[in-house]
Nanobody, 126 residues
Framework: QVQLVESGGGLVQAGDSLKLSCAAS????????MGWFRQTPGKEREFVAG????????DYADAVKGRFTISRENSKSMLYLQMNSLKPEDTAVYYC???????????????????WGQGTQVTVSS
């Protein structure tokens, strides 16, 4: 099982930027699709962004398109989420996720990812 550790969360003001990082260890990740999800109290974990193994294809939730950018650095087993123009509604715990089995399309459902980090809190004040 791959271990995933997120970092980079914090408290920012609306309009600010943050960059989340996810460090993977315990197994190869360079051939796996990875993604970012977020969750607020009482709500389901929702898809934010996904990226295939070589970074050549990405997918984003409509709510973050044009503001967030997912990227990966396979040589360092790292996944990133650059978040710009943050809004109060972006406030959530953000999770890094890995899909072990190969897929053609980027999954957007949380139950399609097998490995998860512990999450990092992002709070955006108005």
């Amino acid at each position: 099982q791959v271990q995933l550790v997120e970092s980079g969360g914090g408290l920012v003001q609306a309009g600010d930027s943050l960059k989340l990082s996810c460090a993977a260890s315990g197994g190869p990740v360079s051939t796996h699709t990875m993604g970012w999800f977020r969750q607020t109290p009482g709500k389901e974990r929702e898809f934010v962004a996904g990226i295939i193994w070589n970074g050549e294809r990405t997918d984003y939730a409509d709510a973050v398109k044009g503001r967030f950018t997912i990227s990966r650095e396979n040589s360092k087993s790292m996944l990133y989420l650059q978040m710009n123009s943050l809004k109060p509604e972006d406030t959530a715990v953000y999770y890094c996720a890995l899909r072990r089995s190969l897929v053609v399309e980027i999954p957007i459902m949380a139950n399609e990812f097998e490995d998860w980090g512990q999450g990092t809190q992002v709070t955006v004040s108005s």
